[in-house]
């Protein structure tokens, strides 16, 4: 099977039901990606599929149907995402386990949503648990990276 992940093709011989999360991790070594739960509940896993948040422990790698970007992919070398900028200003992170599947999650609901309200940062990211309890961090977050995004 052919797989494009952060813009870089890959080949993998692996069985079609196997979820997408140990693909990336086993198979292609691409450890930003975290397993949390294996059930699709805490939002740790959560990565793009052309540009919509999925749980990729939950997504069989024959489900795949368009590139894949992670966390490291969000950003490029040269400038980070709106996300990852405004993840680093609100020091967002405690722990950190969660929070490439929150930036994913962020990421993908400011395309849809470019200036939520509190009550649609909250329903959004209802789905991305954080043991640490960043999540008046995250939603402060969120707002300045859709700020953000709309200035450019």
């Known amino acids: 099977m052919k797989l494009i992940v ?3 093709e890959h080949t993998v011989d692996v069985a079609e039901d196997m979820p997408l999360l140990w693909v990336l991790r086993d198979t292609l070594g691409i450890t930003d990606v975290k397993y949390g739960c294996g059930i699709a509940q ?5 990565v793009h599929v052309d540009g919509i948040a ?8 024959a489900d795949v149907d368009g590139d894949v970007t992670t966390v490291k992919g969000l950003g490029r070398p040269q400038a980070l995402h709106a996300v ?10 405690q722990c950190g386990y969660c929070q490439s599947g929150q930036i994913m999650q962020a990421a993908s609901f400011l395309d ?21 309890g960043t ?9 300045t990276a859709a700020s953000s995004l709309r200035q450019k």
Request: hydrophobic content about 40%.
């Open 6 to 8: 952060n813009d870089t």
């Open 42 to 46: 805490c939002g740790a896993c959560t």
């Open 54 to 61: 999925v749980r990729s422990c939950q997504l069989a790698i």
């Open 84 to 93: 990852q900028a405004a993840w680093i200003e609100h020091q967002v992170a």
């Open 112 to 132: 849809l949503v470019p200036d939520p309200t509190d009550k649609d940062i909250d329903a959004a990211m209802s789905g991305n648990l954080c043991r640490c």
């Open 135 to 143: 999540y008046p961090r995250i939603r402060t977050a969120i707002k």
